[in-house]
C-alpha cells in the first residue's frame, strides 16, 4: 500500500462521515498510523569497532528516521548484557525535510576475554516495538612483553584515613566552656583570697584586738563631738568582749552585777588572779556606762579619758592574771582549728558540687528545649541510630548493573545463599549492613538471570523477552523474612521512581522482628524498594526498630539518594 492509496483512504473518511461508521474510523485511523509508523520509520544500528581489548570502550549507535510528530523511546538501563553500559550519551537531532533523524550512542565494555554478542535492543516508535539486529564483538586479552616489562608484586592495602569532620570544633567548645567554669569557680571559691581588714583583726589574738579596738576608739571622734553615749557604749564592749572570749563565755550578754559577781567567784576559786581593786574599777566603769547609756547622764570628757586609760589598765591585768594554758589545752585549740579548716574545704567541695550539677542540669533543660528531651537524653548517653545519622556517610555502588546509595557505613559484600541446584540459573550479588536481629539493616540485592525468569502474563508485542514480574519477587521476600521468624508482616504497595528517574515498586510496613531471646519479638518496621530490567532483578531490603526516629531518617535519606542507571551528559 503506497502513500497516495493511504492518503485517498483517509480522505475518502474525512468527506463521508457516517454515523454508523465511527468505530470503524477509529479502528482504521489505528491500523493507518501502525502501517505508516512501518512505512516511514527506519532504525539502523552499528559500532565503532568489532574488536577491542579489555576494558576498553565500544561505542554502539542506534539512528532512527522517522516524521517529526513521531515519539521515539530507546532502551535504557543494563540491556546490553553480557556486555556493560558505562554511559549513556544524549540524543543527536537533526532534521531533515519532514523528518527527525535521531542517533543515540552509549558506552560498553567487558572485562573478560572472548567473543560475545550484543543482544537485540527494544526501540519503541510511536507504542510500536522495533527490534534491532545483535551484533558480534570480540574482546582480545592485553599482551604484556615481559622481557621489556617487568613484574612487581601486588602492592598493599592502604588505608585511607577518615574525614576528621566537624567533632574537633564541639570538642573545643565543650573545653572553653569547662575551662570558664572551672577557672570561675577557683576564683571565686578555691582561691585564696586576700583577708580585708575585718579578717585580718578576727584572726589577732584576743588581746590584740581589744588594743587595737582601744585606738580606733581614741580616733572615733567621740570624745570631740560629745557623744557620751556611743563612746561609752564602745568602750565596755571591748572589755566585755575581752573578757567574754577569756574570763567568761557570757559577758557579752550579762548585766553589769552578774559579770562582777562572776569575776569574784572567779577570784575566789582561785581561777584567776585578779585583785578586787581591778574588778571594782571594772564595775565603776561599767556602772557609769550604763548611767550613760539608760539615764542620760553626761560626765565631763576628761572623766571619760580617764575611763579609758584605766580599761587599757585592766586588760593588761586580766592578761596577767589569767593562767597559762595546758599542754592539753594547746591540743584541744590546735584541733579546733583543724577542724574548722576540714569544715571550710568541706563546704567548698559541697558548693562546687552543688555548681557542677546545677550547670549540667540546666545545660541539659536549655539543650532539651531547643532540640528535645529524646535527643539531649541519646547525645549524653548515646544512641546507636543517632551515631549512624550523624556520622560520615558513604555513597557507593553495589553489583553490576550498579545500585548507587548513601548509607552510614558501607555495605560489606555477603555470602549469597543460592541453592545448588540454581547456581547455573542464576548470579546474585548481595552486599549489607547489620542484622535482623539489630536496631537496623540494609540488604543491596542484585540478581542476574541467565536464563528467563517467572515472567509476566502480558507479552510484548514484538515477541521478544518479557520483564520480571516485581510483586513475585517480593512475595520472594516476604516468605524469606518468614522463614527467619518475621511475623505478622502487613505490608503496602505503590509504585515508586528514584530520584534520577527508575521505575520500580515500593513496599512498605510492619512486622513482628524476632529479638535473639525465643519467643519474644518486637514491633519493626520494613521497606522494599523493587526494581527490574531484562533478566536482571535489583532490591533493596530496609529493617528496622518501629520506635526508632532516628532510624526512619536514616531510611528517608536513603532512599532519596538512590539511583540505578547512569546520569545522561
Same mark, same amino acid.
Given at each position: 500500500?503506497?502513500?497516495?492509496?493511504?492518503?485517498?483512504?483517509?480522505?475518502?473518511?474525512?468527506?463521508?462521515?457516517?454515523?454508523?461508521?465511527?468505530?470503524?474510523?477509529?479502528?482504521?485511523?489505528?491500523?493507518?498510523?501502525?502501517?505508516?509508523?512501518?512505512?516511514?520509520?527506519?532504525?539502523?544500528?552499528?559500532?565503532?569497532?568489532?574488536?577491542?581489548?579489555?576494558?576498553?570502550?565500544?561505542?554502539?549507535?542506534?539512528?532512527?528516521?522517522?516524521?517529526?510528530?513521531?515519539?521515539?523511546?530507546?532502551?535504557?538501563?543494563?540491556?546490553?548484557?553480557?556486555?556493560?553500559?558505562?554511559?549513556?550519551?544524549?540524543?543527536?537531532?537533526?532534521?531533515?525535510?519532514? !523528518?527527525?533523524?535521531?542517533?543515540? +550512542?552509549?558506552?560498553?565494555?567487558?572485562?573478560?576475554?572472548?567473543?560475545?554478542?550484543?543482544?537485540?535492543?527494544?526501540?519503541?516508535?510511536?507504542?510500536?516495538?522495533?527490534?534491532?539486529?545483535?551484533?558480534?564483538?570480540?574482546?582480545?586479552?592485553?599482551?604484556?612483553?615481559?622481557?621489556?616489562?617487568?613484574?612487581?608484586?601486588?602492592?598493599?592495602?592502604?588505608?585511607?584515613?577518615?574525614?576528621?569532620?566537624?567533632?574537633?570544633?564541639?570538642?573545643?567548645?565543650?573545653?572553653?566552656?569547662? /575551662?570558664?567554669?572551672?577557672?570561675?569557680?577557683?576564683?571565686?571559691?578555691?582561691?585564696?583570697?586576700?583577708?580585708?581588714?575585718?579578717?585580718?583583726?578576727?584572726?589577732?589574738?584576743?588581746?590584740?584586738?581589744?588594743?587595737?579596738?582601744?585606738?580606733?576608739?581614741?580616733?572615733?571622734?567621740?570624745?570631740?563631738?560629745?557623744?557620751?553615749?556611743?563612746?561609752?557604749?564602745?568602750?565596755?564592749?571591748?572589755?566585755? !568582749?575581752?573578757?567574754?572570749? +577569756?574570763?567568761?563565755?557570757?559577758?557579752?550578754?550579762?548585766?553589769?552585777?552578774?559579770?562582777?559577781?562572776?569575776?569574784?567567784?572567779?577570784?575566789?576559786?582561785?581561777?584567776?588572779?585578779?585583785?578586787?581593786?581591778?574588778?571594782?574599777?571594772?564595775?565603776?566603769?561599767?556602772?557609769?556606762?550604763?548611767?550613760?547609756?539608760?539615764?542620760?547622764?553626761?560626765?565631763?570628757?576628761?572623766?571619760?579619758?580617764?575611763?579609758?586609760?584605766?580599761?587599757?589598765?585592766?586588760?593588761?591585768?586580766?592578761?596577767?592574771?589569767?593562767?597559762?594554758?595546758?599542754?592539753?589545752?594547746?591540743?584541744?585549740?590546735?584541733?579546733?582549728?583543724?577542724?574548722?579548716?576540714?569544715?571550710?574545704?568541706? +563546704?567548698?567541695?559541697?558548693?562546687?558540687?552543688?555548681?557542677?550539677?546545677?550547670?549540667?542540669?540546666?545545660?541539659?533543660?536549655?539543650?532539651?528545649?531547643?532540640?528535645?528531651?529524646?535527643?539531649? !537524653?541519646?547525645?549524653?548517653?548515646?544512641?546507636?541510630?543517632?551515631?549512624?545519622?550523624?556520622?560520615?556517610?558513604?555513597?557507593?555502588?553495589?553489583?553490576?548493573?550498579?545500585?548507587?546509595?548513601?548509607?552510614? +557505613?558501607?555495605?560489606?559484600?555477603?555470602?549469597?545463599?543460592?541453592?545448588?541446584?540454581?547456581?547455573?540459573?542464576?548470579?546474585?550479588?548481595?552486599?549489607?549492613?547489620?542484622?535482623?536481629?539489630?536496631?537496623?539493616?540494609?540488604?543491596?540485592?542484585?540478581?542476574?538471570?541467565?536464563?528467563?525468569?517467572?515472567?509476566?502474563?502480558?507479552?510484548?508485542?514484538?515477541? /521478544?523477552?518479557?520483564?520480571?514480574?516485581?510483586?513475585?519477587?517480593?512475595? /520472594?521476600?516476604?516468605?524469606?523474612?518468614?522463614?527467619?521468624?518475621?511475623?505478622?508482616?502487613?505490608?503496602?504497595?505503590? !509504585?515508586?521512581?528514584?530520584?534520577?528517574?527508575?521505575?520500580?515498586?515500593?513496599?512498605?510496613?510492619?512486622?513482628?522482628?524476632?529479638? /535473639?531471646?525465643?519467643?519474644?519479638?518486637?514491633?519493626?518496621?520494613?521497606?522494599?524498594?523493587?526494581?527490574?530490567?531484562?533478566?536482571?532483578?535489583?532490591?533493596?531490603?530496609?529493617?528496622?526498630?518501629?520506635?526508632?526516629?532516628?532510624?526512619?531518617?536514616?531510611?528517608?535519606?536513603?532512599?532519596?539518594?538512590?539511583?540505578?542507571?547512569?546520569?545522561?551528559?
Amino acid at each position: 500500500m503506497t502513500h497516495n492509496e493511504l492518503n485517498n483512504m483517509k480522505n475518502r473518511l474525512r468527506f463521508k462521515p457516517r454515523p454508523s461508521s465511527v468505530l470503524a474510523t477509529i479502528v482504521f485511523s489505528i491500523l493507518f498510523s501502525l502501517v505508516s509508523t512501518q512505512l516511514t520509520a527506519q532504525v539502523k544500528t552499528s559500532i565503532d569497532s568489532t574488536s577491542v581489548k579489555i576494558g576498553e570502550q565500544i561505542t554502539y549507535k542506534i539512528e532512527v528516521e522517522v516524521d517529526t510528530t513521531s515519539f521515539v523511546v530507546f532502551p535504557e538501563g543494563q540491556t546490553f548484557l553480557p556486555l556493560e553500559m558505562i554511559e549513556s550519551y544524549t540524543i543527536d537531532t537533526t532534521k531533515k525535510d519532514a !523528518k527527525y533523524n535521531l542517533i543515540k +550512542k552509549y558506552g560498553l565494555t567487558q572485562f573478560d576475554s572472548g567473543t560475545y554478542t550484543i543482544p537485540k535492543q527494544k526501540v519503541i516508535i510511536d507504542n510500536k516495538p522495533f527490534l534491532t539486529d545483535s551484533l558480534l564483538v570480540e574482546i582480545k586479552n592485553i599482551v604484556v612483553d615481559t622481557t621489556k616489562q617487568g613484574l612487581y608484586d601486588i602492592k598493599p592495602i592502604i588505608a585511607v584515613e577518615k574525614s576528621t569532620g566537624n567533632w574537633w570544633k564541639y570538642l573545643l567548645l565543650t573545653l572553653l566552656i569547662i /575551662g570558664l567554669a572551672a577557672f570561675l569557680l577557683y576564683w571565686f571559691i578555691w582561691r585564696k583570697k586576700p583577708l580585708t581588714e575585718e579578717e585580718e583583726i578576727a584572726l589577732l589574738p584576743p588581746y590584740d584586738r581589744a588594743k587595737l579596738a582601744l585606738q580606733k576608739l581614741d580616733n572615733s571622734g567621740y570624745l570631740e563631738n560629745e557623744e557620751m553615749k556611743e563612746y561609752y557604749s564602745e568602750l565596755t564592749f571591748i572589755i566585755r !568582749k575581752y573578757l567574754d572570749e +577569756k574570763v567568761y563565755d557570757r559577758a557579752l550578754e550579762s548585766t553589769t552585777d552578774e559579770l562582777v559577781s562572776r569575776l569574784n567567784l572567779l577570784k575566789e576559786g582561785n581561777q584567776i588572779e585578779l585583785s578586787k581593786e581591778d574588778i571594782r574599777n571594772i564595775e565603776t566603769i561599767l556602772k557609769r556606762a550604763d548611767l550613760v547609756k539608760f539615764a542620760k547622764s553626761e560626765p565631763d570628757i576628761a572623766l571619760a579619758e580617764i575611763d579609758r586609760k584605766t580599761i587599757d589598765l585592766e586588760i593588761d591585768q586580766v592578761k596577767e592574771a589569767l593562767p597559762e594554758p595546758t599542754e592539753e589545752e594547746k591540743l584541744l585549740d590546735q584541733q579546733y582549728k583543724e577542724e574548722q579548716a576540714r569544715k571550710r574545704k568541706r +563546704k567548698k567541695i559541697i558548693l562546687t558540687v552543688g555548681i557542677v550539677i546545677f550547670l549540667m542540669i540546666a545545660s541539659f533543660i536549655g539543650y532539651g528545649i531547643k532540640n528535645g528531651f529524646s535527643y539531649a !537524653k541519646d547525645t549524653i548517653l548515646g544512641h546507636e541510630s543517632k551515631e549512624l545519622l550523624e556520622g560520615d556517610w558513604v555513597n557507593s555502588e553495589y553489583g553490576i548493573p550498579p545500585i548507587t546509595i548513601s548509607t552510614p +557505613k558501607v555495605l560489606k559484600r555477603m555470602e549469597a545463599p543460592i541453592p545448588d541446584d540454581m547456581k547455573d540459573k542464576i548470579n546474585m550479588s548481595l552486599f549489607g549492613y547489620g542484622t535482623l536481629l539489630g536496631k537496623f539493616n540494609v540488604i543491596a540485592a542484585t540478581t542476574t538471570f541467565k536464563q528467563q525468569p517467572q515472567q509476566q502474563e502480558n507479552q510484548g508485542e514484538d515477541g /521478544g523477552s518479557k520483564t520480571i514480574d516485581l510483586n513475585k519477587a517480593i512475595d /520472594g521476600s516476604i516468605q524469606t523474612l518468614e522463614q527467619q521468624g518475621v511475623k505478622n508482616i502487613i505490608l503496602t504497595r505503590e !509504585k515508586f521512581k528514584t530520584p534520577n528517574g527508575a521505575e520500580g515498586i515500593k513496599t512498605i510496613g510492619t512486622a513482628d522482628v524476632p529479638t /535473639g531471646t525465643e519467643g519474644k519479638t518486637e514491633k519493626g518496621k520494613l521497606t522494599f524498594l523493587s526494581f527490574s530490567s531484562e533478566n536482571v532483578l535489583q532490591q533493596i531490603v530496609i529493617t528496622w526498630k518501629d520506635d526508632d526516629t532516628y532510624a526512619d531518617q536514616i531510611v528517608e535519606r536513603m532512599i532519596n539518594s538512590l539511583e540505578l542507571k547512569p546520569k545522561e551528559e
